[in-house]
């Protein structure tokens, strides 16, 4: 049974910079590209950062682009997202997804398996 757990999340000022962990089981992470996601309320959940297998190609959304990195660790199966200069249009549910091929993607519908998320609200 794949599992991907979420952790890192939490209330920061604006400025202010978290970083967001998902540990990954179940599954052989080392061939699943990995993306990060989020929704605000009354939004749609939007692209924020995808890395493929081994962590040579990123992409990220505008919005982040100079200001979010996303990592990952195959030893650990875990991928990251570092968030620095956070604003409060950052505040969201963040989720974590894998996608079965090791090539990212930036779509929602590309991604077959999710995390329950984790909460972000930057304070102004």
């Known amino acids: 049974q794949v599992q991907l757990v979420e952790s890192g999340g939490g209330l920061v000022q604006a400025g202010g910079s978290l970083r967001l962990s998902c540990a990954a089981s179940?599954?052989?992470?080392?061939?699943?590209?990995m993306g990060w996601f989020r929704q605000a309320p009354g939004k749609e959940r939007e692209f924020v950062a995808a890395?493929?297998?081994?962590?040579?190609?990123?992409y990220y959304a505008d919005s982040v682009k100079g200001r979010f990195t996303i990592s990952r660790d195959n030893a650990k199966n875990t991928v990251y997202l570092q968030m620095n200069s956070l604003t409060p249009e950052d505040t969201a549910v963040y989720y974590c997804?894998?996608?079965?091929?090791?090539?990212?993607?930036?779509?929602?519908?590309?991604?077959?398996?999710w995390g329950q998320g984790t909460q972000v609200t930057v304070s102004s």
């Open positions: 997804a894998g996608r079965l091929t090791r090539v990212a993607h930036t779509s929602a519908r590309e991604y077959d398996y």
């Open positions: 179940g599954l052989t992470f080392s061939t699943h590209a």
């Open positions: 890395i493929s297998w081994l962590g040579s190609s990123t």
